[in-house]
């Protein structure tokens, strides 16, 4: 049983060590939408509302726009952020966004969970998400909408 499993260990360690001699592979060019390489996808506009923290605040709106400024230039997107100093601001940046023909817009932190739902169901050719936050009814009970996205984190 002991040389068994000396064997299945060098076995394993072969393995290894093959694999890693192996070539990377090509990186390939890819898609977006079907017709367009990603570097030029210009005809596409995600749009970003933060939350009354700001872009800098080392948190989801910080991450959030690193994240979008990433897609402007590896997946070639047209890009539009607004930082909100206030609550008041949200519905009114989401629904300017809108207006400027987001294709998507996408609002940071459950602040904007409201706004960004009423908006999803005002204007159901646009998509949208939010960031830490799911939407709900009046009761708090979850709500599906075609056109809206909660990005959930698992903190556990």
């Not at 210009?42 to 749009?47: K, P, Q, R, V, Y």
């Not at 739902?117 to 799911?134: C, G, H, R």
Request: aromatic letters at 8%.
């Amino acid at each position: 049983m002991k040389r068994a499993m000396q064997f299945s260990a060098l076995a394993a360690a072969a393995a290894l060590a093959l694999a890693a001699c192996g070539a990377a592979p090509e990186d390939e060019e890819t898609t977006a939408g079907g017709d367009e390489t990603a570097s030029g996808n210009t005809d596409f506009s995600a749009c970003m509302v933060s939350d009354a923290g700001g872009f800098d605040d080392q948190s989801f709106n910080q991450a959030g726009y690193e994240g979008l400024e990433q897609a402007k230039s590896e997946l070639g997107i047209s890009a539009t952020e607004v930082e909100s100093s206030a609550d008041t601001d949200y519905a009114p940046n989401i629904d300017n966004l809108v207006q400027q023909g987001c294709n998507l817009v996408i609002g940071v932190g459950f602040l904007l969970e409201d706004p960004i739902q009423t908006a999803a169901e005002a204007n159901p050719d646009v998509e949208f998400a939010l960031v830490d936050s799911a939407f709900s009814d009046k009761d708090f009970k979850p709500v599906t909408l075609e056109n809206g996205k909660p990005l959930l984190f698992n903190t556990a």
